[in-house]
Each structure stands twice: as C-alpha cells, then as structure tokens.
C-alpha cells in the first residue's frame, strides 16, 4: 500500500555534498514519522535521521550538524540534505516509512560513495 524509492546517491569527494530523496506512492497521507537508515560494506547497519509528519527531526550523533533532513507530506517524499562528507558516511542508504495502514515500509536503497 505504501511504495518507497530512493534516489541521488552517487560519489563525491570528502568535504562533498549530496542531497537524497526518498520518493513515497500509494497511501502517502497515511504515513507518519519518516526515517533514514544507512548499511556500510561491512554490513553495519545504523539509524541516521528520524522526521515527524510536524516537522520534529532527530540525528544521530555521526550526522548531527552536518545533515539535514526534511520532508514534503503534500508530495509523499523526504529528503536527507548531507553536507561536509565523510569516507564514513560511505553506505547504502534506506528510507524506511510508518503507516497507519500499510505499516513500515523500506526503500530499495540508493548507494553513497564518499572517496577522493
């Protein structure tokens, strides 16, 4: 009921920027908090960012200041704005959305490549 596509990875130079979206379909008004998920190579896989349907964002402790993340309930899509990278920040990157009724849903991932 709810569909989830991610999109705007790609590789980019330390101190680099890229901006993500996370693209939702079906029953888009029925969604809630939204959240961004990354797995490294070595397949450790680690909350990013959480956005309430108001607006309330948290980070995790890795990305706070650096990242943003935002989200567009009219549109069904998020975003996640990563400024200053890291060869850290390397990963696939999963958008993962709670909804009433369809219940989480992941994205397919889109890869982050952060490499000089």
């Known amino acids: 009921q709810v569909q989830l596509v991610e999109s705007g990875g790609g590789l980019v130079q330390p101190g680099g920027s890229l901006r993500l979206s996370c693209a939702a379909s079906?029953?888009?008004?029925?969604?809630?908090?939204m959240d961004w998920f990354r797995q490294t190579s070595g397949k450790q896989f680690e909350w990013v960012a959480t956005i309430t349907t108001t607006g309330v964002v948290s980070y995790a402790d890795s990305v706070r200041g650096r990242f943003i993340i935002s989200r567009d309930n009219a549109k069904g899509t998020m975003y996640l704005q990563m400024n200053s990278l890291k060869p850290e920040d390397t990963a696939v990157y999963y958008c993962k959305a709670q909804s009433t009724v369809a219940g989480v849903s992941w994205g397919q991932g889109t890869q982050v490549t952060v490499s000089s």
């Open positions: 079906g029953s888009i008004f029925s969604i809630g908090k």
